[in-house]
């Protein structure tokens, strides 16, 4: 299972890649990284559509927020599942994130066992 | 012509008193002088046709003494110059001197009055002759009467006059001086001496107005105190309006960081579990790698939370004056990225490409970084302002909203440029955005104050300059411009 996780922070490579290092050892999962949301659209447009299954997406981005990348994502891959992941769990940018059609909203700081069991049940 | 009040004042007084010194010393004495004359052309008539009257009756009666003491009666007066018998012929109308008194008196038959005498004819007829009598009298009694009243009035003039300088020093004194204090005391206030009072004892307009404006310079200071306070509370008000706009971006700059430190710990403690576990060598150097970049990570990540509090509390704290050696681009970049995260929160939809381009060899500048910061912040927030603006009105999917920061030096000088592509100001509104209380926005959302206290901490404070260029409907561009 392919996972793509787009963040503007550097370190949370690092920090995705060391709390699933088991399920990447074992390959259960392989995760790849993006730091924008064009980032993110540009590796999309150049692997597999059907090989990233999930995205986590951060919101607050410069330049293309995350919103602006579940609009795309959905509208050119609907089966492509999104996660939005901000810091700013409020009701407004979870209803947000819903309507735009995310899967999931997922708040920080990220409780990686809840994470793990969405991941999972994805599939 | 400009005339001052005490000027007018001597002037109207001078008139008066000139104007009072013509009539007295010279119409008055004048008419004086016709009257007089008037009255003493009557008594000489009288005088003689009273003599002509004797004579008449002398004559009918044949009495020839009787014309000399008819003629001697008018001898008594004081004035007299000469009494004359005169004889006219019946036939040819000629006459003829028959007596004068004093005998040596030149008479000549068609004397007229002269200054220095009054000449007066009354004719009589008789059966045995007709004739007149002619009686010159002097006008010296009148001549020195006229110099008597121009004495008098030349007094009088001299004390009108002192009079008049009297009264002149006194509305001087009266109206003047305390007319040119408060004209003085305006003034200062005009310069803004609020402090300024006039002496107010006067019962009269003057002291009323002295009074008027007391208490008006006191209500205006009052007033100004009043204003000075409610400003500095708007100032205030704005300052904790910006860190409202901060708090937003502070509370994501802040949990981001918190996320790693949390998590990295969580993991290093899962880590060191393994690593207790673990027999492969080459596992544990891997984890042992792992735990030490870790670690490295949760410092350098508690570090960046530090300095965000530590910029938050620096900003609220507000102006201490002090001057420190401060890195302009990372002062730039703090605050660009608050601002940002800032409107993020505010309106979720907000989306603006933002480009950092700094001189990296900037010199650190001499600055107050929570003022300096404000100017950022503020500009900054009026550039997302503008450019989120002119996104709502043109609705153009081509527009691509963008916020650059950037930096230089020249001259002598750093620049901090804030560009935005944004609604542009309106060029009749360009020379007022400075000023205080000026707003676009809509009621409560801007406080006016934003950019004048942005100036006045780059000018006053930093000694710089600030300008913008604006096109409106293409771009804005503040520059600050602050000396090495």
């Known amino acids: ?123 | 012509m400009k005339l001052s009040l005490k000027s007018k004042i001597w002037f109207t007084m001078l008139s008066v008193v000139l104007m009072f010194a013509f009539f007295v010393l010279f119409y008055f004495p004048e008419q004086q002088q016709k009257v007089l004359l008037n009255n003493y052309n009557t008594e000489v008539q009288n005088l003689s046709n009273t003599v002509a009257l004797g004579v008449k009756i002398a004559l009918t009666e044949q009495n020839f003494e009787g014309v000399t003491t008819a003629m001697d009666f008018v001898l008594k007066k004081d004035e007299l110059i000469f009494v004359s018998l005169i004889q006219t012929d019946d036939s040819t109308k000629e006459k003829t001197v028959l007596k004068t008194v004093p005998e040596d008196y030149p008479v000549e038959i068609n004397m007229g009055s002269i200054d220095t005498m009054i000449v007066k004819v009354s004719p009589f007829v008789t059966p045995t002759m007709s004739g007149e009598i002619m009686i010159g009298m002097g006008t010296h009694q009148i001549v020195e009467s006229k110099k008597e009243i121009r004495n008098t009035s030349l007094i009088v003039c001299l004390i009108v006059l002192c009079i008049g300088v009297f009264i002149g020093f006194l509305l001087s004194k009266n109206i003047t001086v305390p007319v040119l204090a408060l004209r003085d005391a305006a003034l200062k206030v005009g310069e803004g001496d609020r402090t300024q009072q006039v002496n107010s004892n006067g019962k009269d307009e003057i002291g009323e107005l002295g009074r008027a404006f007391n208490k008006m310079v006191n209500e205006l200071s009052i007033a100004e105190t009043e204003r000075k306070a409610a400003q500095q509370q708007l100032i205030q008000s704005e300052k904790m309006a910006s860190l409202g706009q901060m708090t937003a971006g502070i509370a994501h700059e802040i949990k981001n960081p918190l996320n790693f430190v949390n998590n990295f710990s969580a993991l290093s403690v899962e880590l060191l579990e393994e690593l207790e576990e673990s027999t492969d060598e080459e596992d544990k150097i891997e984890i042992m790698e792992s735990l030490k970049s870790n670690l490295k990570k949760i410092t350098a990540h508690g570090k960046r939370a530090d300095s965000i509090v530590a910029t938050m509390l620096q900003h609220s704290r507000g102006s201490v004056g002090a001057k420190v050696p401060t890195n302009i681009n990372q002062l730039c970049t703090e605050f660009t990225d608050l601002a940002f995260h800032g409107i993020r929160t505010k309106s979720r939809d907000f989306n603006c490409i933002i480009t950092k381009n700094y001189d990296e060899n900037l010199p650190l500048v001499n600055a107050i970084p929570q003022d300096l910061s404000r100017v950022i912040l503020n500009l900054l927030n009026n550039g997302f302002y503008a450019v989120a603006d002119r996104a709502k009105k043109s609705e153009l999917s081509d527009y691509k909203p963008e916020v650059c920061v950037s930096t230089e030096r020249k001259e002598g000088s750093v620049f901090i440029h804030v560009r935005d592509n944004g609604s542009g100001i309106p060029s009749a509104i360009k020379d007022k955005i400075f000023e205080p209380f000026f707003t676009t926005k809509p009621t409560g959302e801007g406080t006016g104050l934003g950019l004048s206290l942005s100036y006045d901490i780059v000018t006053k404070e930093h000694q710089g300059m600030m300008s913008v260029e604006s096109e409106e409907g293409s771009f804005t561009q503040f520059t600050i411009q602050l000396p090495i």
């Open chain 1, 1 to 123: 299972m392919k996972l793509l996780v787009v963040d503007d922070e550097l370190d949370v490579k690092d920090m995705f890649l060391q709390r699933f290092r088991k399920e990447i050892k074992a390959g259960k999962l392989s995760l790849v990284f993006a730091h924008s949301g064009e980032e993110a659209i540009e590796l999309l447009s150049q692997t597999q559509p059907m090989d990233v299954v999930l995205i986590l997406s951060d919101i607050n981005m410069p330049g293309m927020t995350g919103f602006d990348l579940l609009k795309i994502v959905k509208d050119k891959l609907p089966a492509l599942k999104v996660f939005m992941v901000s810091a700013y769990g409020d009701a407004l940018n979870m209803d947000k994130a819903r309507e735009n059609g995310a899967d999931d909203f997922i708040e920080k700081p990220v409780n990686f066992k809840l994470l793990e069991e969405k991941i999972f049940s994805t599939q």
